[in-house]
T-cell receptor
Framework: GENVEQHPSTLSVQEGDSAVIKCTYSDSASNYFPWYKQELGKRPQLIIDIRSNVGEKKDQRIAVTLNKTAKHFSLHITETQPEDSAVYFC????????????FGAGTRLTVKP | DGGITQSPKYLFRKEGQNVTLSCEQN?????MYWYRQDPGQGLRLIYYSQIVNDFQKGDIAEGYSVSREKKESFPLTVTSAQKNPTAFYLC?????????????FGPGTRLTVL
């Protein structure tokens, strides 16, 4: 089955700096890679996702890149703000069969004002 | 953000007791999921259901049971056989939104065994 590894486990940046979180996956059949943001005590919320037919996707200050050959994908947050502080999870699955969706262990991002 | 509800938000249980966590969705999604979240770990899949009256074990099903009698509801029972049940439990359902066929989560239930 799929195995997803996520690094780093904690990340602290100064407000305005960029943050990068990296994930690797093991199953070459995976073709769908969502990222979730979870604030303390709340539900994970989808913030961006990417399918394997594209290498990069951007939505305002966040972007995700995918390297299918190397089986890794990354989340990039630019111009970080204190409200970006949360735990971020990556995941991997097959697009129309995400019963096999597997999650990374999470990255706790702290943005210092 | 809405459409999936879980209750209760906090639940306390004595050792040896079974407890049932509720999950309801009004999104008309076929597939529903239960995950367990422990500190410092990702989400681990307990059970999932692709359709009414059908469900499958996930990676950590031992000590848990589910039912799917209605499309809207997917309750999880934590039995006394679950050796370490204290955790945050998340329910999710899957459907299309904004072009993404992905999982959407409920607010969670924090279970504490006393």
């Amino acid at each position: 089955g799929e195995n997803v590894e996520q690094h780093p486990s904690t990340l602290s940046v100064q407000e305005g700096d960029s943050a990068v979180i990296k994930c690797t996956y093991s199953d070459s059949a995976s073709n769908y890679f969502p990222w979730y943001k979870q604030e303390l005590g709340k539900r994970p919320q989808l913030i961006i996702d990417i399918r394997s037919n594209v290498g990069e996707k951007k939505d305002q200050r966040i972007a995700v890149t995918l390297n299918k050959t190397a089986k890794h994908f990354s989340l990039h947050i630019t111009e970080t703000q204190p409200e970006d502080s949360a735990v971020y999870f990556c995941a991997a699955s097959q697009m129309y069969n995400n019963n096999d969706m597997r999650f990374g262990a999470g990255t706790r991002l702290t943005v210092k004002p | 953000d809405g459409g999936i509800t879980q209750s209760p938000k906090y639940l306390f249980r004595k050792e040896g007791q079974n407890v049932t966590l509720s999950c309801e969705q009004n999104l008309n999604h076929d597939a529903m999921y239960w995950y367990r979240q422990d500190p410092g770990q990702g989400l681990r899949l307990i059970y999932y259901s692709q359709i009414v009256n059908d469900f499958q074990k996930g990676d950590i099903a031992e000590g848990y049971s589910v039912s799917r009698e209605k499309k809207e509801s997917f309750p999880l029972t934590v039995t006394s056989a679950q050796k370490n049940p204290t955790a945050f439990y998340l329910c999710a359902s899957r459907g299309l939104q904004g072009g993404s066929d992905t999982q959407y989560f409920g607010p969670g239930t924090r279970l504490t065994v006393l």
